[in-house]
Structure formats: C-alpha cells, structure tokens
C-alpha cells in the first residue's frame, strides 16, 4: 500500500513558475514509477509526467514538454514537477499517482492517487 500527498500548489501570473511535491509513504517508493496528471473543471484527467523507478527515463505531454520538469529522490520518497513559464490554460487539480507496473501513461494503469493540489495559473 502506498498513500501519497501533494503539496506546493497555488496561484501564479501567467509565466511563474511553482514546484509540486508528492510525499510517498512505503518502504517501496523506488519500485513504483510515478506520474502527475491534472483535471481541470469540465475536463477528463490527463497524463502530464511520468518517470520510472530509477528516474531514468521520463516521459511528458506534448502540452509542457519543455516547460515542466519531473524528477524523483529515492531517499526521500518524494517525485516533484518543477513547472516553469505557466500559462492559464495549466490551471487544474495537480494529482500525483504511482504504479507497480509498466505500461502506457494513462490513468487506468496507476495504482494509488494522492487527494490532488489546485494550481492556478492568472492572465
């Protein structure tokens, strides 16, 4: 069982920046791959980052590829999403997910969830 919580969210002006952080519970964080994903209001949920186990690979969305950054500390049982040069349309609910398994970065294939954090981003 893995229980997961999100923090960092809030507001910013269009072209800020702001870190989440996602605090893992387990003593088998670094087997999990982890994700973000987002749902903004009236929207389906959608896969922002991925990163493996051993934070070798990663994986983004066409939408903040370059903008966004996903990284992970094994030893702290933390993942983070650094998210630079924000726009409006980043505005969502900021959920954190992890999975045992490998597979396509799609909601289905994640296991645990943490309760979500809202980014607001201003014009």
């Known amino acids: 069982q893995v229980q997961l919580v999100e923090s960092g969210g809030g507001l910013v002006q269009a072209g800020g920046s702001l870190r989440l952080s996602c605090a893992a519970s387990?003593?088998?964080?670094?087997?999990?791959?982890m994700a973000w994903f987002r749902q903004a209001p009236g929207k389906e949920r959608e896969f922002v980052a991925g990163?493996?186990?051993?934070?070798?690979?990663?994986s983004y969305a066409d939408s903040v590829k370059g903008r966004f950054t996903i990284s992970r500390d094994n030893a702290k049982n933390t993942v983070y999403l650094q998210m630079n040069s924000l726009k409006p349309e980043d505005t969502a609910v900021y959920y954190c997910?992890?999975?045992?398994?490998?597979?396509?970065?799609?909601?289905?294939?994640?296991?645990?969830w943490g309760q979500g954090t809202q980014v607001t981003v201003s014009s």
């Open positions: 990163i493996i186990w051993s934070g070798g690979r990663t």
């Open positions: 387990g003593r088998t964080f670094n087997s999990y791959g």
């Open positions: 997910a992890a999975r045992s398994a490998s597979g396509s970065y799609t909601y289905s294939t994640y296991d645990y």
